[in-house]
């Protein structure tokens, strides 16, 4: 029905659910993916300013040289406690209010905690200030994951997605080139600085999101299926009147149908509550899926990268065996930026599935690599010289630890950096998909508070002293993931959403690679209501 009310159409070829990807379409969907920069940016620049002797002795005293590990760790952990719960409250807020202005109200919260932290004289000020900003942090990488899941066109889903990933590293990379600049600067500046760019981001996201449409998928759990069209053609670049808007639109109104009476949300206990039925050995339950969600996360905190972009400075510094740890940071994310764009090829041309198995792979080998050199001839090994400076025994195998540290980060930004943030936006069902990836980026979050609190008692050396031997652990955890990717991850490449739900009630993990759609949703509803129109008449 053309520019009316959504209908059956009739079957409809599922291969023709969705208009051919045009320029402005991709360029709509990738502009939301600037949200990365949030995530990065502020998991990056606190590396350089607890590292900075101007900032360790505003909050240690005017003869301290480090950080407290108890200081650190809440410095450094506070943000992603802020983003925990900023993930979990937008959740509720994209269901009530929509996807858009729920990432606009983030990036709000995140300029208020800029403010606070720039304005910090001591230690009280600039943990509030990282808790606010981390509640905005929160709604962004929470929201933004759902958005561009539901705006993007299934052949170039995972590649803009991807993009996400890549804005993250983005955000690094800058977040290390202001530490690197500032690093000598001797007054407040040296942190001030880094904090202060912050606002550039909450600036460039919120005012371009005014700019961009709804979720159409959003209008439709709202049932407003006219608001849908017109958003649907305009991120397709088609007319709503065209067969391509119809057919996509008709699919996803069928699937939602479909869904509301698989899930018959009652109230607001209940919308989260459905986020848990079902059994867990049916790959296709809400209750297996928010675990798959919040499980993959989880895993992807455990490969240890933070470790490496949280405390890389001071963890390198503590060896003795590095002249210029800030450079090597730098240097460990600037890889972290190049190898990502590979995902945007391989996610969509491999899959999600094998580049999860064999970027686990890649990752463990890596890590039990610079742990064994680290312990036998390595950053363990060192002697003080004339002047009582800590020295390597043994620069080439110092050398060859960063090497392979470099090597894990390729392995981790080309594979699993991106891979789980799109896996999470494409396995929910539309009545619970806010809060399904809201649990799962909480998840996330989460566990990068408990590695960031973790993390200064296992390396520092009034603590564990773990030095090289902290990679063992990475690599056991890296090792956990290899499992867990076999057993649990399953393919979606190609799929619209509609069709990965489909996928999920017919096909388990091992081997949802073989899976094609043979029908549409819209169809079964068209046939549905054939059949009850015969027996209707036949009754007459």
Known sequence: MPGGAVGFTGPIDVNRVEAPVTLKAYLLCAFAAFGGIFFGYDSGYINGVTGSSVFIQLIEGPTATQLSGPHNSLITSILSAGTFFGALIAGDCADWYGRRPT??????????????????????????????????????????????????????????????????????????????????????????????????????????????????????????????????????????????????????????????????????????????????????????????????????????????????????????????????????????????????????????????????????????????????????????????NTIANNIAAVNAQIAFIAIYIFFFASTWGPGAWVVIGEIFPLPIRSRGVALSTASNWLWNTIIAVITPYMVNQDAGNLRSSVFFIWGSLCTCAFVYAYFLIPETKGLTLEQVDRMLEETTPRTSYKWRPKTTFAAENAEDYVKEEIEHGSQA
């Open 103 to 388: 990432i606009i109200a983030g990036c709000v919260i995140y300029v208020i905690g800029c403010v606070l932290q720039a304005a910090s004289h001591g230690l009280g000020l600039i943990v509030a200030g990282r808790l606010v900003a981390g509640v905005g942090v929160g709604f962004v990488s929470a929201i933004i994951i759902l958005y561009m899941s539901e705006i993007c066109p299934r052949k170039v889903r995972g590649a803009l997605v991807s993009g996400y990933q890549f804005c993250i590293t983005i955000g690094l990379l800058l977040a290390s080139c202001v530490d690197y600049a500032t690093e000598n600067r001797t007054d407040t500046g040296s942190y001030r600085i880094p904090i202060s760019l912050q606002f550039a981001w909450g600036l460039i996201l919120g005012i371009g999101l005014f700019l961009l449409p709804e979720s159409p998928r959003y209008f439709v759990k709202r049932n407003e299926p006219e608001k849908a069209r017109a958003v649907l053609s305009r991120l397709r670049g088609q007319p709503p009147e065209s067969e391509y808007i119809e057919s996509e639109l008709t699919e996803i109104v069928a699937n939602a149908e479909h869904e509301r009476r698989a899930i018959p949300i009652s109230g607001y206990f209940s919308s989260w509550m459905h986020c848990f039925t079902g059994s867990l050995w049916i790959g296709s339950s809400n209750l297996r899926r928010t675990i798959l969600g919040t499980s993959l996360q989880m895993m992807q905190q455990w490969t240890g990268v933070n470790f490496i972009f949280y405390f890389s400075t001071p963890f390198l510094k503590s060896t003795g065996a590095i002249s210029n740890s800030f450079l090597i940071s730098l240097i460990f994310t600037l890889v972290n930026v190049l190898s990502t764009p590979i995902s945007f090829w391989a996610i969509e041309k491999i899959g999600r599935r094998p580049l999860l198995i064999w970027g686990a792979l890649g990752m463990l080998i890596c890590q039990f690599l610079v742990a064994i050199i680290g312990v036998t001839i390595g950053f363990n090994k060192t002697h003080l010289d004339a002047a009582g």
